[in-house]
Each structure stands twice: as C-alpha cells, then as structure tokens.
C-alpha cells in the first residue's frame, strides 16, 4: 500500500536551518510528484512547494522561494525538504503528500513537528 | 495571490442532518478544486478532486459541486465520523477551513 513516513520532530534555534525527510513506498516514485503542505498549530494548511519524482523538476510557492530547497533521492524513494533562515512563525507540522496529478494530493505522510525556539 | 473563502468557518450539526460547506475562489482558474476532510492531530484525507469525483473510498455521502468561483461541498445525512474540519484548495491555495462541531 501507498506509504509515506516522514522524519521525527525537530527542535530549531531561529536562523537555523531544519531538513525534514519523506520516505515512500508503494507505488513507483518516479510516477508521481509530491508536495509539501504546513500547518502552524491551529490554523490552515499552507503549500509550499512541490517535485517531480521523474525529472526532479520544482516549484516553489513564492513566499517560500528564497529559503526552501526540495530534493529527491531515487535510490531509496525519498524526498527531502530544507527550509533556512528559520523563525518562529515557521514553527509548525510539515507534511509531505503523494500528487496523483497536478495540484492534488491524495496521500499524506504522518507529519513533522518542527518547532523553532531560542 | 488567489484566494479561497470558505464560509461558514464553523457551524454546529446533529448526526443525521445535512451540511453544505461553501468555497469562493478569488479568482476562476482552470485547475482542480479539491475537498479535504482533517481530523484532529492527523493529516488531511483528500474526499473529492476536479469540484465533483469521489476519492476512492470516501462514502457517498460526501458529494462536491460548482464552478468558477463557486463550489460547495455537501454532507447528506453527518455521521459522528464526520465531524472534522474540512479544507477546500485549489492550485497552491487553501481555503481557511471549516470546522463541523457536534450540537
């Protein structure tokens, strides 16, 4: 079955850097794309971004373009995510999902808590 | 930036009644309109993709509607399951969600 497991929580100093990762399973990786979705404790979902899992091809939302950098390692199905220059209010769960077609995801890893605090 | 309105932000039901969720897009735009269903402390669960297709394996109960920058997403009969928060997105957009409370 389709799988998505993400990396364990974080803990991060403001200015920092954190890489969350996102290991798949289940289905061919270089079929499909996949995004990354964030939710700061009780409020909305936020996308960030999204990579082709064929051609590594990225998009980024603009707000997130100077700081974020999505990666993928084909050998083990695995996607990375690095945001920089962390503050507070990147304090948040970040969640990675499978695209099954442009802009729509249908499944979810179990998220990481990053939590940015001096 | 587009930006999606959900209305209401909250509302309050009892099991068995019928709930209908609304989505304006600032803007048309040629992409799919989704519905998502997120329980508290678990990931969001993709319900209905291009305004109107069930997700495999989401009851029928849950049906989708609309165009433009008017889509509604629809609860015939609440389950005690049902009651979540729910997310309409389109593109790179959320809206800001609308949390189904019990009576």
């Known amino acids: 079955q389709v799988q998505l497991v993400q990396s364990g929580p974080e803990v991060k100093k403001p200015g920092a850097s954190v890489r969350v990762s996102c290991k798949t399973s289940?289905?061919?990786?270089?079929?499909?794309?996949i995004s990354w979705v964030r939710q700061a404790p009780g409020q909305g979902l936020e996308w960030m971004g999204w990579i082709s899992g064929y051609n590594s091809k990225t998009t980024y939302k603009e707000k997130f373009q100077d700081r974020i950098t999505l990666t993928t390692d084909t050998s083990t199905t695995t996607v990375y995510m690095e945001l920089r220059s962390l503050t507070s209010d990147d304090t948040a769960m970040y969640y990675c999902?499978?695209?099954?077609?442009?802009?729509?995801?249908?499944?979810w890893g179990q998220g990481t808590l990053v939590t940015v605090s001096s | 930036d587009i930006q999606m309105t959900q209305s209401p932000s909250s509302l309050s039901a009892s099991v068995g009644d019928r709930v209908t969720i609304t989505c304006r897009p600032s803007?048309?735009?040629?992409?799919?309109l989704n519905w998502f269903q997120q329980r508290p402390g678990k990931a969001p669960k993709l319900l209905i993709y291009d305004a109107s297709t069930l997700q495999s394996g989401v009851p029928s109960r849950f049906s989708g509607s609309g165009s433009g920058t008017d889509f509604t997403l629809t609860i015939s009969s609440l389950q005690p399951e049902d009651f979540a928060t729910y997310y309409c997105?389109?593109?790179?957009?959320f809206g800001g969600g609308t949390t189904v409370e019990i009576k």
């Open positions: 289940g289905f061919t990786f270089t079929n499909f794309g």
């Open positions: 999902a499978r695209d099954i077609r442009s802009w729509t995801e249908d499944h």
């Open positions: 997105q389109q593109r790179d957009n």
């Open positions: 803007q048309s735009m040629s992409a799919s």
